[in-house]
Every structure is written in C-alpha cells, then in structure tokens.
C-alpha cells in the first residue's frame, strides 16, 4: 500500500506568517510522530500520537508549534508567526504502535525568508 | 535526562572495508535501540533495532550491531561496505516502560572510495 505521504513537499513563507503541514500516515497505523530536521543537525522529535491523542508535547520548540491528528489518521503541524529559525526539513513517521518500526515520509522543507 | 551521541561526524572508507559506527547512550530505563538510515534524496529507513533478548541484532542490507549495556553503546558494524552505503547514519533510543520520547543523534556521514 501507500507509504507516509507529507504535503506540501516545500514551502516558502515570509516570516510573521502561520504555516500548515499536513501528514497522512500508512492506513491502520495508530502512532504517528513529527520530527524537525534542521540543516546539518540530526532529527529533533517533535511530538508523538497515540490515536488522537498526544501522551508528550513538550518537544515542540515554542508555544506557536501544535499539532492535532483527527480521525486517528490524518495529522496537521501547525506554526504560528513563523521564525527564520523555523526553517528546516519537517518529518512524520507513523507506526503499528509504540515500539514498532516507524516509516518516515518524505518530509516538508520550510524556509523562512 | 536522555540522550544519544554519535563520536564521529563524518567517517570515509574505502569501499570493500569494514565499518563501525559507534553510538553511545544515557538513559535511566532499559532502551529501546535503533539505527536509521537517509541517503541522499530519500526518506529514513530503519536498520535494525534493539528491544530484548539477543545483544547481536542483525538488520538489512548486510549490516548488524551489537547492545553492550556495561558500555552504554549500541555500534553499528558492516564487514565490507559497499559504494550505495554511503549516507548519513542516525542512532536513536526509546523508552521500553512509557511513552517517551525518541532521541535521535546528531548522525554520522559516510563516504565510501570506489
């Protein structure tokens, strides 16, 4: 079947303005997980889904990061008043459950200009 | 508090050669262990991982690490490397007893000589 699809692919936004990602994990997997990867760093989790719910956010960097998963599937990051430091390559992963191998989507690249 | 360091940023072998790549933790729990793999253009792919019983994990692609708890790593090893392992490596740790966060390291690059 299909993989962990992430849309838009890249995105360009001046600073100041509110982005949405979106994140569509592999049908029937329950966890899902955001990542930030910013150039030349390692990956920097962000916050994990159970369902709908999210047991931990207190990875994500600001108070204008949130995130939401509806339907137990669908997940959309949002970040407000984008920051140039905000720019990097954001990734979800999804999974059977905790502990089960994660597949990772091809990511959303965000410059802040 | 968690964490996963990777000692060497960028390793260079010559294709054929062995490899290791070291990954060192600190966790306060029994670890859930990974190793993922990115190469270029291409999304994360798992290696293999670290849950109980065998400290040898064997994974794709020829490739195999070994848990050594009294030493706090998890060292990623290949017997003969091949040109289309070249990529960036990222070891990462779990908590097995909550639902924890994942700590990825900082990655280590490699570059293989035909």
């Known amino acids: 079947g299909a993989g962990v699809s992430q849309s838009p692919s890249n995105k360009v936004t001046e600073k100041g303005k509110d982005v949405e990602l979106r994140c569509d994990p592999i049908?029937?997997?329950?966890?899902l997980y955001w990542y930030r990867q910013s150039l030349g760093q390692g990956l920097e989790f962000l916050i994990y889904f159970q369902g709908n719910s999210a047991p931990d956010k207190s990875g994500l960097p600001s108070d204008r990061f949130s995130a939401e998963r509806t339907g137990g599937s669908v997940s959309t990051l949002t970040i407000q008043r984008t920051q140039q430091e905000d720019s990097a390559v954001y990734l979800c992963?999804?999974?059977?459950?905790?502990?089960?191998?994660?597949?990772f989507g091809p990511g959303t690249r965000l410059t802040v200009t | 508090a968690q964490s996963v360091t990777q000692p060497d940023i960028h390793i260079t072998v010559s294709e054929g050669a062995s490899l290791e790549l070291r990954c060192n933790y600190s966790?306060?729990?029994?670890?859930?262990l990974f190793w993922y793999v990115q190469s270029p253009g291409q999304g994360l792919q798992l290696l293999l991982k670290?849950?109980?019983?065998?400290?040898l994990v064997q994974g794709i692609k020829g490739f195999e690490a070994e848990f050594k708890r009294s030493q706090s790593s998890f060292n990623l090893r290949k017997p003969s490397v091949h040109w289309s392992d070249a990529a960036e490596y990222f070891c990462?740790?779990?908590?097995?007893?909550?639902?924890?966060?994942?700590?990825f390291g900082p990655g280590t690059s490699l570059s293989v000589i035909p």
């Open positions: 990462a740790v779990g908590s097995k007893t909550s639902y924890d966060k994942v700590i």
């Open positions: 049908s029937g997997h329950t966890a």
């Open positions: 966790y306060g729990a029994t670890p859930y």
């Open positions: 992963a999804s999974s059977l459950g905790w502990g089960h191998e994660q597949y």
């Open positions: 670290y849950f109980s019983g065998d400290t």
